[in-house]
């Protein structure tokens, strides 16, 4: 009699057998060097400090516990990775467990960045398979981290095949993490990453000790697909691919959801528009942005009252484009908040559901924006990928600009900044994994 192997198997087989090559590293440390940016950054925020004096006093410490304060920290500000497929901020969750767990093994930098590598993969995989109704309710990135980081522990411990199917069945087991958050902007979306990247980097450790579980973990009767996944895709998982897929991942240049990208992209197209015909936000009568559903659904916010809600919102993040330009930070927070709230522009703004948007997501995530003047002239523009995306990506000037500004913004100086930078930077030659020192506030 044929036996069926588990997807936890098969992939555990595929993930132990495959090659990662230097280019692999190197797009490896292009998304470390991302993290560490929010890392940093949302470290002085206000969520990010109850995070730290919570860590400080916690009694439990060791690996677990410090993967969990990074992980929560990097999903702060907004300005984390994203994989569009799978819907998945793959970075917040896989870096932090990955070079926690080298340092906590005496690992090298190389070690690291392949860990993030097979981390990448495995999070995105099965982020794919989770099926379109499973978003709805649950973040994926808290669901399919726990996945990814318990896959990178398992690579740096060298778990042998059975381990790897313990530690990904323990980690399913531990899987969790709802949008309910996002209906009153609470911070429980940081606490998502924090115990994904922790439950992962337990099951493989307790895998190498011996701590079994379950083989179908994933397609079992009383598994996570049954339980999670009205519509789950089992076969996103051993797909066949020819090349690791953390290439696929975006870079957000923007902080704020990643749905509201898009429009920002074309709201900024038009800023320039308006600018060489001589008018300004203040000429605008009225403003139609159409969207993809899930966009609606998540950043349809005409009032945001918080830092948080703004970054959720659609109609917030096109009034600071049109408005200010570029949005950085700071046009989320304090003075420049409430005056962004409250300014007439959010009014005039209708966001609607295109269904050619919708239908193009996830692989594709869309906007268009049409703004009608007080003089009754029209400007359009649309776009069907945002910056960052592979087809548009960030150079490495512009990522190194990102994250130098995320250093200033927490405090550090230039000469800091650019000396953290550098040391992460030669991370894959490097014998040890850098360690950050807290010692900076936000002024």
């Known amino acids: 009699m044929k036996t069926t192997l588990s997807l936890t198997r098969l992939l555990s087989r595929e993930m132990r057998d495959r090659v990662i090559r230097r280019k692999d ?39 677990e516990a410090e993967a969990f304060l990074a992980a ?90 059975d381990q790897w199917v313990w ?34 980097i337990r099951a493989a450790l307790l895998a190498m000790r011996g701590f079994t579980g379950p083989e179908q973990i994933l397609e079992g009767e009383k598994g996570f697909f049954k339980a999670m996944c009205p519509d789950a895709r089992p076969h996103a998982v051993t797909r066949k691919l020819r090349n690791w897929r953390i290439a696929e991942t975006s870079i957000k240049p923007y902080p704020s959801c990643r749905h509201t990208h898009p429009a920002i992209d074309v709201a900024l197209d038009l800023r320039e528009q308006l600018r060489q015909k001589g008018h300004t936000h203040e000429d605008i009568q009225q403003i139609r942005i159409r969207t993809y559903a899930t966009s609606q659904r998540f950043t349809d916010n005409q009032e945001p009252e918080t830092t948080f809600a703004a970054k959720f919102s659609i109609q917030y993040c096109v009034t600071t484009s049109l408005i200010n330009g570029f949005p950085v930070l700071s046009d989320f927070e304090g003075e420049r908040l409430h005056q962004l709230r409250t300014n007439p522009l959010l009014k005039l703004m209708q966001v609607q559901v295109d269904e050619g948007f919708s239908e193009r997501y996830p692989k594709e995530w869309g906007s268009a924006i049409e703004i009608t003047l007080l003089n009754g002239y029209t400007f359009k523009a649309e776009t069907f990928a945002a910056k960052g995306d592979p087809e548009k990506p960030v150079t490495q000037p512009e990522l190194r600009s990102k994250i ?40």
């Not at 590293?25 to 950054?41: E, F, K, N, P």
């Not at 495995?122 to 669901?143: E, P, Q, S, W």
């Not at 949008?179 to 115990?195: C, E, I, P, R, Y």
Request: net charge negative.
């Open 25 to 63: 590293l190197d797009v490896a440390l292009y998304y470390t060097l991302d993290v560490l940016g929010s890392y940093v950054a949302g470290g002085v925020t206000d969520q990010g400090q109850k995070l730290r004096e919570y860590h400080r006093i916690n009694t439990l410490k060791g690996v």
């Open 72 to 161: 929560a920290l990097c999903h702060i500000t907004e300005t984390d990775d994203l994989h569009r497929s799978s819907v998945t901020h793959p970075g917040c969750v896989v870096i932090p467990a990955a070079l926690e767990m080298a340092r906590h093994l005496d690992l090298t930098g190389k070690m690291a960045l392949e860990a993030v590598v097979v981390g990448y993969e495995v999070m995105i995989r099965i982020g794919d398979a989770l099926g379109d109704k499973h978003y709805t309710i649950f973040h994926n990135t808290a669901t399919a981290g726990v996945f990814g980081a318990a896959a990178a522990a398992a690579y740096l411990l060298e778990l042998n095949e």
């Open 167 to 200: 530690a990904l069945g323990n980690a399913g087991t531990q899987a969790a993490g709802l949008w309910q958050f996002n209906v009153d902007a609470t911070m429980s979306k940081h606490l998502h990453a924090g115990h994904a990247a922790q439950s992962g």
């Open 404 to 443: 130098l500004g995320e250093f200033t913004y927490a405090g550090l100086s230039q000469r800091e900044g650019e000396d953290l930078y550098t040391e992460f930077e030669g991370l894959c030659t490097s014998e040890t994994i850098p360690q950050l020192v807290w010692n900076k506030t936000k002024s």
